[in-house]
């Protein structure tokens, strides 16, 4: 049964992506936990993270420090943390989260998110990876 992510990926949900390739995309969480706040996701659904074939996580890494980056450059942040817990939908997901400290990360203070919020954000992070001259971010 395709996940949540999958149908996203798909098409068939609306997401706000900032990344597109081959093997991965990137897109904002509807439950951010701070501004910034995305996934990096894999095309290939794969439950468990320590379960993806050993190029593609390493792939996933690479696309993650690329948008690492631009989140620090777009938010001011210290760090973008990243988190990778996977109980909340069966299809690899890294979290990454403009960070300055420890408190910044908890997941109690996930808030849903209005769509006009998400493509703002989108575009912001999308502009960073642009400048940075990454051909995989988004128009």
């Known amino acids: 049964m395709a996940s949540i992510f999958s149908r996203i990926i798909a098409g068939e949900l609306p997401g706000h992506f900032v990344w597109k390739d081959e093997h991965a995309v990137a897109f904002m969480t509807i439950q951010p936990i701070r ?44 760090r973008a943390a990243l988190v990778i817990a996977g109980f909340e939908v069966p299809h690899t997901h890294l979290h990454l989260v403009p960070a300055d400290d420890m408190g910044d990360l908890s997941f109690h203070n996930a808030r849903m998110a209005d769509a006009d919020t998400l493509a703002a954000e989108a575009a912001r992070i999308r502009a960073a990876l642009r400048a940075q001259g990454c051909s995989e971010a988004q128009p």
Do not use: C, F
């Open 35 to 78: 501004p910034g706040h995305l996934l990096v996701v894999p095309r290939m659904q794969v439950d468990q993270w320590d379960d993806l074939p050993e190029e593609l996580a390493a792939h996933l890494m690479r696309v993650s420090r690329r948008i690492a980056h631009a989140l620090k450059s777009t938010y001011g942040s210290a």
